[in-house]
């Protein structure tokens, strides 16, 4: 049996979790259950008057609020169901004679992680460092599903030719950029810093004197009842934001270049797509990110921040194996 066109439609299943995630953050519904994996000791959420009895009894001290429990029930029945899908994966990797063997079997291993991560992410109370990692390894799960539906086609990835291959080691610096610039776009959001400066190219006021590195990107943040809307103090959450423009700026140089480089010296149309594309993605990310400041953060254009991150990604995982590939 063929695993590719499997392999697609989890990847795009991937996709659509990691938004499903972002978009119950920034709703506020992180913590819309407050148990896991049930909803007040539910498979769903209560809504009878005898269930909503039973989950006041239990949890006296929350509220059931239906709409925002159904945001994180719904995450995490779609999460549960690409674990699912992972493990077919894996099944189907393992008995395939000239399907790869490790890949698959770390994938799911990582997906595993996740939903401990999930469910850290609920006992812990938005604890950053947990819904920080949380995110990062969603955005690792599809580059690695990404690399195994290129390992698994039949035809190598036309590229990588004499001239582009120069250009790998630029490549493989510029994913790692993107990959930091993604790990402080989500400390700066599972800290509540998105909105920590409202005015452009950097922030408003005197940010220079207000900087607070130590504080800011300390992962450990004291013993709270909840760290739902951040703990951090302006002057912390300033210094994340301001991290996370000056780290765009970097990022978007590199990519920049590696783009153009790709373009001028590669004999490889499929190289030269891919330069076109990761320009393309490039600027509808930092639009996206400069519209999140004008317009205060509105939801439909966060949530495509975070799928413009993935894109970028996912196209730096692209560009990367063709360099790197052997002939």
Same mark, same amino acid.
């Given at each position: 049996?063929?695993?590719?066109?499997?392999? /697609?439609?989890?990847?795009?299943f991937t996709l659509c979790v990691i938004l499903m995630g972002a978009y119950t953050?920034?709703?506020?519904?992180? #913590?819309?259950?407050?148990?896991?994996?049930?909803?007040?000791?539910?498979? /769903?959420?209560?809504?009878?008057?005898?269930?909503?009895?039973?989950?006041?009894?239990?949890?006296?001290?929350?509220?059931?609020?239906?709409?925002?429990?159904?945001?994180?029930?719904?995450?995490?029945?779609?999460?549960?169901?690409?674990?699912?899908?992972?493990l077919v994966i894996l099944i189907m990797c393992l008995r395939k004679a000239d399907?790869?063997?490790?890949?698959?079997?770390?994938?799911?291993?990582?997906?595993?992680?996740?939903?401990?991560?999930?469910?850290?992410?609920?006992?812990?109370? #938005?604890?950053?460092?947990?819904?920080?990692?949380?995110?990062?390894?969603?955005?690792?799960?599809?580059?690695?599903?990404?690399?195994?539906?290129?390992?698994?086609?039949?035809?190598?990835?036309?590229?990588?030719?004499?001239?582009?291959?120069?250009?790998?080691?630029?490549?493989?610096?510029?994913?790692?950029?993107?990959?930091?610039?993604?790990?402080?776009?989500?400390?700066?959001?599972?800290?509540?810093?998105?909105?920590?400066?409202?005015? #452009?190219?950097?922030?408003?006021?005197?940010?220079?004197?207000?900087?607070?590195?130590?504080?800011?990107?300390?992962?450990?943040?004291?013993?709270?009842?909840?760290?739902?809307?951040?703990?951090?103090?302006?002057?912390?959450?300033?210094?994340?934001?301001?991290?996370?423009?000056?780290?765009?700026?970097?990022?978007?140089?590199?990519?920049?270049?590696?783009?153009? /480089?790709?373009?001028?010296?590669?004999?490889?149309?499929?190289?030269?797509?891919?330069?076109?594309?990761?320009?393309?993605?490039?600027?509808?990310?930092?639009? #996206?990110?400069?519209?999140?400041?004008?317009?205060?953060?509105?939801?439909?254009?966060?949530?495509?921040?975070?799928?413009?991150?993935?894109?970028?990604?996912?196209?730096?995982?692209?560009?990367?194996?063709?360099?790197?590939?052997?002939?």
């Open positions: 049996m063929d695993i590719k066109p499997l392999l /697609k439609v989890t990847l795009v953050r920034l709703s506020d519904a992180g #913590l819309g259950c407050p148990d896991w994996p049930g909803c007040y000791g539910m498979l /769903k959420v209560p809504s009878a008057s005898h269930e909503l009895t039973a989950a006041k009894d239990a949890f006296p001290e929350h509220t059931v609020e239906a709409e925002k429990a159904w945001l994180e029930m719904i995450h995490r029945y779609i999460a549960g169901t690409l674990g699912l899908m992972v399907a790869p063997k490790k890949l698959p079997m770390f994938i799911a291993a990582l997906i595993v992680f996740q939903a401990a991560l999930g469910m850290w992410t609920v006992t812990m109370k #938005l604890m950053p460092i947990v819904v920080m990692s949380h995110l990062i390894g969603g955005f690792a799960l599809i580059s690695l599903l990404l690399l195994l539906y290129l390992r698994t086609k039949p035809l190598r990835i036309p590229g990588g030719d004499s001239y582009a291959r120069q250009l790998a080691p630029l490549a493989l610096a510029c994913l790692g950029i993107l990959v930091l610039q993604i790990i402080l776009g989500g400390w700066t959001s599972s800290n509540y810093a998105a909105l920590a400066c409202t005015s #452009l190219p950097i922030c408003e006021g005197d940010w220079t004197n207000n900087l607070n590195l130590v504080q800011a990107f300390n992962p450990f943040q004291g013993d709270h009842e909840t760290y739902e809307f951040g703990v951090l103090d302006y002057p912390s959450r300033m210094t994340i934001h301001v991290t996370h423009r000056l780290g765009a700026i970097v990022t978007a140089v590199m990519l920049i270049w590696l783009a153009y /480089k790709l373009f001028t010296q590669s004999q490889s149309s499929c190289l030269k797509r891919s330069a076109v594309v990761l320009s393309l993605l490039l600027v509808l990310q930092i639009s #996206l990110g400069i519209s999140n400041v004008v317009l205060h953060l509105p939801l439909g254009i966060a949530v495509s921040h975070n799928a413009g991150a993935a894109m970028l990604l996912l196209t730096m995982v692209f560009i990367n194996y063709a360099l790197w590939r052997k002939a």
